[in-house]
């Protein structure tokens, strides 16, 4: 079975500081990983995915495959990414599996 | 408006009555998908459809039927539900490709609330 947890429902950091928003996923094939953003007021959107191995508004994420984990950092925090972020993953079946869900909040 | 639109945004009804939700995507996407986000519980994928045949049915209840008359409306129909159906109801579309990790695409929503 597939499943995403997201083990921080609230995580608080200072603005300029580094930020890790940490995602495990298990599944026994080959996932394909994703992580979407929701501002306040606004809908849900994809921020990044795994196999672009982009950076988007200064955020990376790695699969780390021995760990299955997909954990999101960016190293100084903005308070504009003051949002709920969802880890999501797709199966071999197409099936879309999210998170709980971290909401990020960054002070000034 | 482009992209995924939700109508209604926002519902009450009672758990005799019989309302749709609407989703239409502008977007020539071949997929469409229903889903529910509730407070307690991650985003739940409900229905997916594919080229506007449904292909996942996560073990939804049948007072949730969905509907999808052409690849660009999805339709969730709901009869007698039930106040902890109160939710908000996300519909999503992606175009599905071989070899490619689609996006999908979210409306803003409908929130309903089940009395």
């Known amino acids: 079975a597939q499943r995403v947890t997201q083990p921080e429902k609230l995580l608080s950091v200072f603005k300029g500081a580094p930020v890790e928003l940490k995602c495990n996923y298990s599944?026994?094939?080959?996932?394909?990983l994703f992580w979407y953003v929701q501002y306040s007021r606004q809908r849900l959107q994809l921020l990044l995915r795994h196999i672009s191995r982009e950076s988007i508004k200064g955020f990376t994420a790695d699969l780390n495959k021995g760990e299955t984990s997909f954990h999101l950092k960016k190293p100084f925090a903005q308070e504009e990414d003051s949002a709920m972020y969802y880890c999501a993953l797709k199966g071999n079946n197409n099936d879309m599996r999210f998170g709980a869900g971290t909401r990020l909040t960054v002070k000034p | 408006e482009t992209g995924v639109t939700q109508t209604p945004r926002h519902l009450v009804m009672g758990m005799t009555n019989k309302k749709s939700l609407k989703c239409e995507q502008h977007l020539g996407h071949n997929a469409m998908y229903w889903y529910k986000q509730s407070a307690k519980k991650p985003l739940e994928l409900m229905f997916v459809?594919?080229?506007?045949?449904?292909?996942e049915n996560n073990s939804v209840p049948s007072r949730f039927s969905p509907e999808c008359p052409n690849s660009s409306h999805l339709f969730l129909h709901l009869h007698t539900l039930q106040p902890e159906d109160s939710a908000l109801y996300l519909c999503a579309s992606s175009q599905k490709t071989s070899g490619d990790q689609e996006t999908q695409y979210f409306g803003p929503g409908t929130r309903l609330l089940v009395l």
């Open positions: 599944y026994s094939g080959s996932p394909e």
């Open positions: 459809y594919n080229f506007k045949e449904q292909t």
